[in-house]
């Protein structure tokens, strides 16, 4: 923020675009002081299959950006871009006694996936993955996080559903819920890993790409 109270971002000499639809992804961005544009990436998710978590979260990044690059390619947006651009994709799973969750398809599996979690722990894993559109260089990497919970009540959980929140995040899980988060019991990592964007690991992939 400047004398005058303005806002001043921190990427003066650069331009981010945020290749996600997430709104706890866009807010984490924001509060690190970034401005970004958004431009999502229509990938079949599904169709990626790993085995181990972290390879999971990678190659989604990875085949988010491909996507977004193609897209900005078609449009003739890639030539067109003279500033320095890095563009950030990311992915975000949930581990349940070694199971990968990704978003529940259904009413009874996101009310499974909840009532598993009530007096449980479930993991969750997060990667970044940095493009810098003029240079071709691209940097990435994952956190993983894990949350200890209290018992989740019935009538939290009906009140998620009827949300419907829980459809949108990976393993019905969205720790800064209102009705959620007073049921934590412990975090190892931290919150914005656990959100789907760990901040320290988006300064470094930044700084390392620029």
Request: aromatic letters at 6%; a negative charge; glycine letters at 8%.
């Amino acid at each position: 923020m400047d004398a005058a109270g303005n806002f001043s971002p921190k990427n003066k000499d650069f331009e981010i675009i945020l290749g996600s639809s997430s709104k706890a992804r866009r807010e984490i961005l924001a509060e690190m002081g970034y401005e970004f544009t958004i431009v999502t990436a229509d990938i079949d998710e599904k169709s990626i299959r790993k085995e181990k978590p972290e390879d999971l979260v990678m190659t989604l990044a990875e085949a988010k950006a491909d996507a977004i690059m193609m897209k900005l390619r078609s449009n003739n947006q890639l030539e067109e871009i003279s500033r320095p651009t890095l563009l950030i994709t990311a992915d975000t799973v949930v581990v349940y006694q070694g199971v990968i969750r990704e978003k529940p398809t259904s009413e009874k599996e996101a009310r499974q996936f909840i009532r598993d979690y009530s007096g449980g722990s479930a993991s969750v894993v997060g990667s970044i993955l940095v493009t810098n559109l003029v240079t071709g260089t691209r940097k990435g990497g994952w956190e993983s996080a894990e949350v200890y919970f209290l018992d989740i009540p019935d009538e939290v959980i009906d009140s998620l559903i009827e949300e419907g929140i829980t459809f949108n995040v990976a393993g019905g899980l969205m720790l800064e819920h209102p009705l959620i988060l007073p049921l934590v019991d412990t975090l190892i990592g931290t919150v914005d890993c656990v959100m789907g964007l760990s901040k320290t690991l988006t300064e470094k992939l930044i700084n390392e790409v620029l």
